[in-house]
């Protein structure tokens, strides 16, 4: 075997290898597009030497072998939109970027059972306009990131969406699995064909499936999916809070409805500054265009498109008379803090109706504005909201990736990286009370203004005891000052964290690492693991800090100054 390449120069011979097996046109080498699968919105970044592009596990099984002999490495990747993470960046240059996006279908609906069985390649809006062009009553968990996302790779990942199916890995069930040695096997199954392979997520001896989330042990080709069956009665809800003082009560009222089982959904608890980010860009306010705003500017444009300090977001499912008492239960506990507002499938069609009809004059928007008791760009989101919580995704919340952009976000095909927008995520989980939440987030808010950005928290539900405190830093690409302070800024937080004893729930390039550091046993262990499924550290090297002895080598190698490649 050829010594690991390096250089970004491929072997002599492996081009020929991979035409032979993928076909030339799903064989990328040239400048653009080795230079389009080699950004994402961090601001770091390597250089890929290839992109292949395998149509079925067979072909992917080939193209390991292949890589295998020539000592290239392999970065498998869904669809390539993990933005603020790492998208399809390997940890060095050199290294071939595998997109599954050709592997896109939709195998099995068992309605009677609420699963499905899918392969990389399908996004969430794909398999959403499946499942109702079929007739199903199956509703599938999205995100509130692309619709072009690919379900598969958010759950390898472990992402959190938005119903009660909201913990992605949770609900997979039975893997098909590619090794770094081209062998494939079957998660769960100890047979061909068993029955229950979708349906009994533990199998039977020790239980694998974890082993190849957050990790680079092998490349998911397809999985089973459970789905929520669609229920009787769906409601939204959105509750603002104007007085923060209210908040640790409010936590406090969150973490007894979920213990309780009264909310099954993954509530969203958003700071104003994320609302904003949604509802318009830095460039079209007239607010200094460098630096944290102002409380005082910060005050006037929450009042310009009625954005309370915190807002939640969240749902009820069930019978009707289920949904009754939910509701019920909900005012009970949150209406003394706050402005309580559920919305029924009924509305959406009504809401999007007036928000038409309102844009058409600055009288019209008045009007329905002092009607609402908010503004317009907030009702009209609200749809939005109401369809991601059964599952009808959309690209509407990936504006927030824009907001430090000098130019307006497309209206079609939204793509952050392509557009050179500036984001970072960073996404700690802490228990759910008040004596971990708000010192936390006091302390990372400080951090934020120290290096001279606005702070965007917003605090997911993981399950009942725990809360991702995710953040986002949103930075301007064109300035290279800003572009080192969010690399700054993102050092500072993990410093921060670790020293509070917190971690990740789901970490990206710049993270890995020193994501051991603290824990050298268990890196041992994972370490033995890789020996053992991938001696030669093909696949994903260093990917969540797994897989090499050269901690330099899992560092990112070029830091990406922002500008225009």
């Not at 309370?308 to 209406?335: H, N």
Request: hydrophobic share 40%.
């Amino acid at each position: 075997m050829e010594s690991r390449n390096r250089s970004g120069r491929l072997p002599v011979g492996v081009l020929a290898e991979l035409n032979a097996v993928l076909g030339a046109e799903h064989v990328l080498t040239t400048p653009e597009a080795l230079d389009q699968y080699s950004r994402c919105t961090i601001p770091w970044r390597t250089e890929c030497a290839v992109v292949v592009f395998p149509a079925s596990t067979e072909e992917v099984a080939a193209t390991m072998r292949i890589a295998a002999r020539h000592g290239i490495p392999v970065w498998p990747s869904s669809k390539g939109r993990n933005w603020g993470y790492a998208t399809t960046l390997a940890c060095t240059d050199g290294a071939m970027v595998m997109i599954l996006e050709r592997m896109n279908r939709i195998l099995e609906v068992n309605e009677e059972l609420a699963y499905a069985v899918i392969e990389p390649g399908v996004t969430y809006e794909q398999f959403n306009a499946h499942l109702a062009e079929h007739g199903h009553k199956l509703w599938i968990d999205c995100i509130d990131g692309t619709a072009q996302g690919s379900v598969i790779g958010n759950a390898i990942e472990r992402g959190v969406g938005e119903t009660p199916y909201g913990d992605h890995f949770g609900n997979l069930c039975g893997l098909e699995v590619v090794l770094a040695d081209g062998e494939v096997v079957r998660t769960g199954s100890t047979r061909e064909g068993l029955h229950t392979w979708h349906t009994h997520k533990w199998g039977v001896g020790p239980y694998l499936e974890g082993l190849f989330t957050q990790s680079n042990l092998g490349v998911v080709t397809r999985a089973g999916i459970w789905l929520m069956p669609a229920p009787e009665c769906h409601e939204s809800f959105v509750f603002q809070v104007s007085d923060e003082s209210h908040m640790p009560a409010v936590v406090d009222a969150y973490r007894k409805l979920a213990l309780g089982g009264v909310v099954t959904t993954k509530m969203h608890l958003i700071n104003d500054f994320v609302s904003l980010t949604i509802l318009t860009q830095r460039i079209a306010e007239p607010v200094p265009q460098g630096g944290a705003l102002t409380d005082a500017d910060l005050g006037m444009l929450r009042s310009k498109y009625g954005v309370a300090p915190w807002s939640c977001a969240g749902a009820i499912y069930g019978t009707r008379s289920l949904v009754r008492e939910q509701r019920r239960l909900i005012r009970k506990a949150l209406a003394p803090y706050g402005r309580l507002i559920f919305v029924a499938d009924w509305q959406i069609p009504w809401i999007e109706r007036i928000v038409r009809w309102a844009w058409k004059s600055e009288a019209l928007r008045g009007m329905t504005q002092r009607l609402a008791g908010t503004s317009l760009p907030v009702l009209e989101s609200a749809p939005f909201v109401h369809k991601i919580q059964r599952g009808v995704p959309t690209e509407y919340f990936v504006k927030h990736a824009y907001y430090r952009a000098r130019r307006p976000p497309p209206v079609g095909a939204v793509h952050p990286a392509r557009d050179n927008c500036g984001l970072i995520w960073f996404a700690p989980i802490l228990p759910f009370t008040n004596a971990h939440l708000w010192p936390y987030v006091s302390d990372t808010k400080a951090l934020f203004a120290a290096h001279g950005f606005d702070y965007y928290v917003a605090m997911l539900l993981m399950n009942p005891r725990s809360m991702i405190c995710l953040m986002a830093i949103i930075y301007d690409r064109e300035d290279p000052d800003e572009v080192e302070r969010s690399r700054q800024l993102y050092a500072a937080l993990l410093d921060h964290m670790c020293k509070r004893c917190y971690e990740q729930y789901r970490a990206g390039l710049a993270a890995w690492d020193t994501l051991h550091d603290d824990a050298p046993e268990l890196k041992r262990l994972n370490d033995r693991i890789k020996a053992a499924l991938d001696p030669a550290n093909i696949l994903a090297p260093g990917h969540y800090g797994v897989g090499t002895s050269e901690r330099e080598a899992r560092h990112p190698t070029t830091p990406d100054t922002g500008g225009q490649a």
